[in-house]
């Protein structure tokens, strides 16, 4: 019979708290593999083993499902046998994938250690019994395109290929909630996953500046949302309306220092939203000197508006490696569609690059947000995002 083996990551590490972690984790395995029929999901010496029920169950549907689960550190389909050599060799045919490579090297896991042959032996009888059945491989022990696994764990044997990477980091919700400043661009979205790999619950927010941007702006966020939701489970997108504050800063205050401001107005009603849903921090997309509002000064004085702590996990990485992720994620093709958000479309043409903090305050008063922004906090659009396949 065929069954998933998934390899957990880094909460092996973890001390006493390490129940907890792995609680959340088969949770969180369970429900993204049912889906896919019925499976029992068990964990043991830090693998997680997922059985199907019965033989109407998908099991290359709960394997990339699977592969999307924060927490687990590798993964792959292995074929369930008895603890024998007899029995491995029995199942090698099976191993059809063999078939679209050249060579090969035999693995061997011997946790029972009452099993009469050793790693070696093991991986001796196996190599041999596999060029025997595929006649055309060659053994490569330093660089070999497929890598043939057998385990021999507590009661059975497992036989299986090289396993495929999971999605790694913390399983989700075990370090607790944060409020994601969601764009329409490429690195907001990343930050987010990489945040929610940590093992961060998300509460996207949006602001959103109809009729300065179009109905599609917000459309291209939602489906952001979706797309992140593959990977963290359900979300709730906040849509915050920003047009009558950045209207009133426009009205009351310099070009040079319209972004500063409508930031640090972001960052107040991120802030506040993040209090009424338990939130312990917000997470923005900054890269530290990508453009006129991310260098060190210019960060500095937007987090100087927000009572908590202020996540940017792209802070040190360039364009290219955020991109490379967006497109791994899957979010790329959405970022790059063109619609505008509510910052870009009022870009100042000279944005102040090094600003001070008690200027920005003097100008901030002149335009009295307060009741604008406890209003845009009060008056906030909800869409529910269902996990999506």
């Given at each position: 019979m065929e069954i998933l083996l998934l390899k957990m990551g880094e909460i092996v590490l973890k001390g006493l708290n390490r129940r907890a972690f792995e609680n959340k984790l088969l949770s969180s395995v369970a429900s993204c593999v049912a889906r896919y029929g019925e499976f029992s999901v068990e964990s043991r010496q830090s693998?997680?083993?997922?059985?199907?029920?019965?033989?109407?169950?998908?099991?290359?549907?709960?394997?990339?499902?699977a592969g999307k689960v924060f927490g687990i550190a590798a993964l792959s389909i292995a074929i369930q046998c008895e603890q024998s050599l007899d029995a491995l060799r029995r199942e090698i045919p099976r191993l059809t994938r063999l078939n679209r490579v050249k060579t090969f090297k035999a693995e061997a896991r011997r946790a029972n250690k009452s099993f009469p042959l050793t790693s070696p032996q093991i991986c001796a009888e196996l190599g041999q019994a596999i060029l025997e059945e595929f006649p055309h491989l060659k053994v490569d022990v330093k660089t070999p395109e497929e890598i043939v696994w057998a385990e021999i764990r507590e009661n059975h044997a497992y036989l299986h290929l090289k396993a495929s990477p999971g999605a790694g980091g913390l399983p989700a919700g075990t370090a607790g909630r944060a409020v994601l400043l969601l764009s329409g661009g490429i690195d907001s979205p990343v930050a987010g996953w990489r945040m929610a790999r940590r093992g961060i619950e998300l509460m996207p927010v949006h602001f959103y500046s109809y009729p300065y941007t179009?109905?599609?702006?917000?459309?291209?966020?939602?489906?952001?949302?979706?797309?992140l939701s593959v990977w963290t489970g359900q979300l709730?997108?906040?849509?915050?309306?920003?047009?009558?504050?950045?209207?009133?800063?426009?009205?009351?205050?310099?070009?040079?220092?319209?972004?500063?401001?409508?930031?640090?107005?972001?960052?107040?009603?991120?802030?506040k939203i993040a209090e009424n849903t338990q939130s312990g921090a917000l997470i923005t997309g900054d890269s530290l000197g990508q453009v006129a509002s991310q260098t060190l000064e210019a960060i500095s004085v937007a987090d100087a508006a927000s009572p908590i702590p202020v996540f940017r996990p792209l802070i040190g990485e360039d364009k290219e490696e955020t991109v490379t992720t967006s497109?791994?994620?899957?979010?790329?093709?959405?970022?790059?569609?063109?619609h505008e958000d509510c910052c870009s479309v009022f870009t100042p043409r000279h944005p102040k690059t090094k600003p001070r903090l008690e200027k920005i305050e003097h100008f901030e008063s002149n335009c009295e947000l307060e009741g604008l922004e406890k209003t845009a906090v009060y008056d906030v659009e909800c869409v529910k995002i269902p996990k999506q396949d």
């Open positions: 693998t997680i083993y997922v059985r199907a029920k019965d033989h109407s169950c998908d099991m290359t549907g709960a394997f990339e499902e179009s109905p599609e702006a917000k459309d291209k966020v939602i489906k952001l949302a979706e797309l709730t997108l906040r849509v915050v309306s920003f047009t009558a504050i950045q209207e009133q800063i426009r009205k009351k205050a310099p070009e040079d220092v319209f972004t500063l401001l409508m930031r640090r107005s972001m960052m107040r009603i991120s802030a497109r791994k994620i899957g979010t790329y093709e959405t970022s790059i569609l063109p």
